[in-house]
């Protein structure tokens, strides 16, 4: 059965996180082109934030509450060539959320013109301390249910006594 294995556009909601930065040479091939692996470490870079400014610090996870998380997949289209000097808005939405894993999609808006040249789809796990897949902790569902709800973030102080 085939099945169209192209990355969902994260839906005409709001973005849960954006972030804005202009491509520089690191991101580029030797023709000024966008290197394909260059979103990577940005979308990596979006969601540590995303969860460190939900009191979520990927650092402290296995200590604090058991359990962390790590990436099982990723897929990324590209649709649009973008070089050096590009200005790049990069927004964050929750994708589908199962038992034990969830997606972050990622959209890559060039700014100077408003086209998605990119989107991406990453699946999380939570593990336990010993590495293996465990289901999605109270602390992480009651924020993934929260964001799902479109809240775009819960306090720390929220998180706390949501666990508490």
């Not at 058991?66 to 990436?71: D, L, M, Q, S």
């Not at 034990?100 to 990119?118: C, I, P, Q, W």
């Not at 590495?131 to 479109?150: E, F, K």
């Amino acid at each position: 059965m085939a099945t169209d294995a192209r990355v969902a556009d994260g839906g005409p909601g709001p973005a849960l996180h954006t972030t804005t930065f202009r491509l520089s040479y690191a991101d580029t091939d030797p023709a000024g082109i966008l290197y394909y692996a260059a979103w990577f470490p940005w979308m990596e870079r979006m969601q540590s934030e995303w969860f460190w400014l939900n009191g979520l610090r990927q650092d402290e996870l296995k200590e604090r509450h058991g359990f962390w998380t790590v990436t099982a997949h990723t897929a990324c289209d590209y649709l649009e060539a973008v070089g050096l000097f590009d200005e790049i808005r990069i927004e964050l939405r929750l994708g589908s959320v199962g038992r034990r894993s969830f997606e972050m999609l990622h959209r890559m808006v060039r700014t100077s013109d408003g086209k998605v040249v990119a989107r991406a789809r990453i699946r999380i796990v939570a593990v336990s301390p010993e590495q293996t897949s465990v289901g999605i902790p109270d602390l992480l569902r009651q924020h993934l249910d929260a964001w799902a709800q479109g809240a775009r973030s819960l306090t720390p102080i929220e998180a706390t006594e949501a666990t508490a």
